[in-house]
């Protein structure tokens, strides 16, 4: 039995997704001030890596960034609906480029979705 890090490319289609989604980052007046020019690559590659551990890829978020606790390690950026509106805006502009079967896709936009949702820690 494959793992959907498997069955969608590994490691290369985890590079593009994420290079797509900072392209978009980049340009995007919400988001972009929450990024520190010197850490774009560091960000980068822990949102690569941290997919790739969450869809069944290698372990090496864990091995060198200990357990996710996503919310805890976003604590510090104020994420309300309008940052949650706009990661969600340049994280589906990426998957949308990105060739994969539509089953693919959709348990990919679910995960993104709810995680998305989950992140919101500021009222509007």
């Not at 980052?25 to 551990?53: C, H, N």
């Not at 079967?101 to 979705?113: C, D, G, K, P």
Request: overall charge negative.
């Amino acid at each position: 039995m494959s793992t959907f890090y498997e069955e969608i490319g590994g490691e290369d289609f985890f590079v593009e997704l994420v290079s797509g989604f900072y392209a978009r980052v980049a340009t995007d007046s919400i988001l972009r001030p929450m990024y520190p020019e010197s850490d774009m690559k560091g960000a980068a590659w822990r949102l690569q890596k941290f997919l790739e551990q969450y869809w069944g890829g290698p372990g090496t978020y864990s091995e060198e960034r200990g357990h996710p606790r996503l919310r805890m390690r976003h604590a510090e950026f104020a994420i309300d609906l309008a940052a949650r509106d706009a990661w969600l805006a340049c994280m589906m502009g990426a998957i949308e480029d990105m060739e994969m079967q539509e089953i693919h896709r959709n348990q990919l936009v679910s995960y993104i979705e709810m995680a998305a949702h989950s992140m919101v820690n500021q009222p509007s």
